[in-house]
């Protein structure tokens, strides 16, 4: 099923990121988490992609197909493209189209300056006309409440979303964000910009200080001074920032169903005790 016919239902779809193992061995054994997250029945799993190797997009694209084979949850499947030449990524979309996955994540991935990046593709604009072009696929892209690391500005930030979304992109997936202010406001903008296209939250859990300080380190969000003080007060007793993490999340969430946001997209962590945690308190809501 294509994630866009998921947002006609008129309820907030809900969605899980996880990653895959860099291990073999551990591929094999991440059916323990699975198995917990689809019992609590998202409406897609999302599956992060390596930004270089070929190992790395191999193991992506075979969680991907045990997702739907083994649990029938569909899929998301992310592309990254600044280290791929276009013929790299159409023997990746050749591999997508066979194992029957239509769903696709269109990203540019992180700069690496350890790594020389292709010329194929500047932007995930530039892969999302490829993936149309190519034709078969649902494309979802990512946006950014508090705008791109690399924007110049809001302004022109939406406008290079509405630029990915004229390319193609159906449905999106915002970075994490710890004030929902930040995600009003983008929306809003979004919306003013003719942006029409399902815009789904993307919430990220706290469950240890180091994790969030690196992920902000590489996003830009921003940290509420609330937010700071759970931080301080409890980042040296791990049981109590679990459950001070997880409270603050669930309140984000409860909030934005409340302002009927389209969908909730739960980075998971490969940490089902995060999701099950969050889908019991809000399992009335959605």
Same mark, same amino acid.
């Given at each position: 099923?294509?994630?866009?016919?998921?947002?006609?239902?008129?309820?907030? +779809?809900?969605?899980?990121?996880?990653?895959?193992?860099?291990?073999?061995?551990? /591929? %094999?054994?991440?059916?323990?988490?699975?198995?917990?997250?689809? %019992? $609590?029945?998202? =409406?897609?799993?999302?599956?992060?992609? @390596?930004?270089?190797?070929?190992?790395?997009?191999?193991?992506? +694209?075979?969680?991907?197909?045990?997702? !739907?084979?083994?649990?029938?949850?569909?899929?998301?499947?992310? $592309?990254?493209?600044?280290?791929?030449?276009?013929?790299?990524?159409?023997?990746?979309?050749?591999?997508?189209?066979?194992?029957?996955?239509?769903? *696709?994540?269109? $990203?540019?991935?992180?700069?690496?300056? =350890?790594?020389?990046?292709? &010329?194929?593709?500047?932007?995930?604009?530039?892969?999302?006309?490829?993936?149309?072009?190519?034709?078969?696929?649902?494309?979802? @892209?990512?946006?950014?409440?508090? @705008?791109?690391?690399?924007?110049? #500005? !809001?302004?022109? =930030?939406?406008?290079?979303?509405?630029?990915?979304?004229?390319?193609?992109?159906?449905?999106?997936?915002?970075? /994490?964000?710890? =004030?929902?202010?930040?995600?009003?406001?983008?929306?809003?903008?979004?919306? *003013?910009?003719?942006?029409?296209?399902?815009? %789904?939250?993307?919430?990220?859990?706290?469950?240890?200080?180091?994790?969030?300080?690196?992920?902000?380190?590489?996003?830009?969000?921003?940290?509420?001074?609330?937010? &700071?003080? *759970?931080?301080?007060?409890?980042?040296?007793?791990?049981?109590?920032?679990?459950?001070? @993490?997880?409270?603050?999340?669930?309140?984000?969430?409860?909030?934005? $169903?409340?302002?009927?946001?389209?969908?909730?997209?739960?980075?998971?962590? #490969?940490?089902?005790?995060?999701?099950?945690?969050?889908?019991?308190?809000?399992?009335?809501? *959605?």
């Amino acid at each position: 099923m294509r994630i866009e016919e998921m947002f006609k239902t008129g309820k907030p +779809v809900l969605s899980f990121e996880i990653f895959p193992p860099k291990r073999n061995r551990e /591929l %094999e054994e991440i059916d323990d988490t699975l198995k917990v997250l689809c %019992e $609590l029945e998202p =409406d897609f799993i999302s599956v992060t992609f @390596g930004a270089g190797g070929r190992g790395i997009s191999s193991r992506t +694209v075979e969680l991907a197909k045990k997702i !739907r084979r083994d649990y029938h949850v569909e899929p998301l499947v992310h $592309l990254t493209c600044l280290n791929y030449t276009k013929q790299e990524i159409c023997e990746i979309l050749n591999e997508l189209e066979a194992a029957g996955l239509e769903n *696709i994540l269109a $990203l540019r991935g992180d700069r690496n300056p =350890d790594v020389e990046p292709k &010329q194929d593709f500047q932007y995930a604009s530039d892969l999302v006309k490829f993936i149309r072009e190519y034709g078969g696929f649902h494309i979802s @892209g990512a946006c950014y409440p508090e @705008g791109h690391t690399e924007a110049k #500005n !809001r302004i022109q =930030d939406i406008r290079n979303l509405k630029h990915k979304v004229d390319e193609g992109v159906t449905h999106l997936v915002s970075q /994490l964000f710890f =004030d929902n202010e930040f995600f009003y406001g983008f929306q809003e903008k979004a919306r *003013i910009a003719g942006i029409d296209v399902p815009i %789904e939250a993307g919430i990220m859990p706290v469950i240890n200080k180091a994790q969030i300080e690196r992920m902000v380190s590489l996003c830009g969000a921003s940290l509420p001074a609330k937010f &700071q003080r *759970i931080m301080s007060k409890y980042e040296n007793r791990k049981e109590a920032l679990f459950d001070a @993490g997880m409270a603050y999340a669930v309140s984000q969430i409860v909030e934005l $169903l409340a302002n009927d946001v389209d969908g909730i997209h739960i980075f998971t962590m #490969n940490n089902p005790k995060v999701a099950k945690r969050i889908c019991t308190e809000i399992r009335n809501l *959605i």
